[in-house]
T-cell receptor
Framework: SQQGEEDPQALSIQEGENATMNCSYKTSINNLQWYRQNSGRGLVHLILIRSNEREKHSGRLRVTLDTSKKSSSLLITASRAADTASYFCATDANNAGNMLTFGGGTRLMVKP | GAGVSQSPSNKVTEKGKDVELRCDPISGHTALYWYRQSLGQGLEFLIYFQGNSAPDKSGLPSDRFSAERTGGSVSTLTIQRTQQEDSAVYLC????????????FGPGTRLLVL
């Protein structure tokens, strides 16, 4: 079963615009991770944000975490056509094995 | 360094046959996970190995699924008597010990059961 939901399910923007994706989850977490997936294959890790962190940056990526609302957002600034992919949030609910529970993903299309 | 590798990349099999999927984790990573991604169920956890401890099999959907990890490194996921609903992409991930470590995923094996 999935931990939560992502919205939007699909997002289409022009190159150069910013893209914002949101993720909600249900249980307390140890950390939250964002992944990118191209063409339905392997997941590429983008950012890990710990439960005691509120914001994290990596290049053109900015992730926020609000544990009181059980939500996170991923912002991609100055998007490029190469950013076209599916983006997933995954929560580590501090279980013994740190296994991840994934949201349904957001399909992002960046038009050149 | 080398990432997580999986083989085969694609597997087509007939209903009722057994299949084996292989995962080579990143060297030195003590934790190894199998996940499955299917159209109906999204990405879901299957099984977890940590060092020499007994695996956490809580995500396996049926007793037709099993996995082993030999020598604390390579893992094999076996599906017996495959069914059409087993068609999915099977993803393997590994990470170092520690609760705040990142899981690194392999490219996956796309399984199609005819």
């Amino acid at each position: 079963s999935q931990q939560g939901e992502e919205d939007p399910q699909a997002l289409s923007i022009q190159e150069g615009e910013n893209a914002t994706m949101n993720c909600s989850y249900k249980t307390s977490i140890n950390n939250l991770q964002w992944y990118r997936q191209n063409s339905g294959r392997g997941l590429v890790h983008l950012i890990l944000i710990r439960s005691n962190e509120r914001e994290k940056h990596s290049g053109r990526l900015r992730v926020t975490l609000d544990t009181s609302k059980k939500s996170s957002s991923l912002l991609i600034t100055a998007s490029r056509a190469a950013d076209t992919a599916s983006y997933f949030c995954a929560t580590d609910a501090n279980n013994a094995g740190n296994m991840l529970t994934f949201g349904g993903g957001t399909r992002l299309m960046v038009k050149p | 360094g080398a990432g997580v590798s999986q083989s085969p990349s694609n597997k087509v099999t007939e209903k009722g046959k057994d299949v084996e999927l292989r995962c080579d984790p990143i060297s030195g990573h003590t934790a190894l996970y199998w996940y499955r991604q299917s159209l109906g169920q999204g990405l879901e956890f299957l099984i977890y190995f940590q060092g020499n401890s007994a695996p956490d099999k809580s995500g396996l959907p049926s007793d037709r699924f099993s996995a082993e990890r030999t020598g604390g490194s390579v893992s094999t996921l076996t599906i017996q008597r495959t069914q059409q609903e087993d068609s999915a992409v099977y993803l393997c991930a590994s990470k170092r010990g520690g609760s705040q470590e990142t899981q690194y995923f392999g490219p996956g094996t796309r399984l199609l059961v005819l």
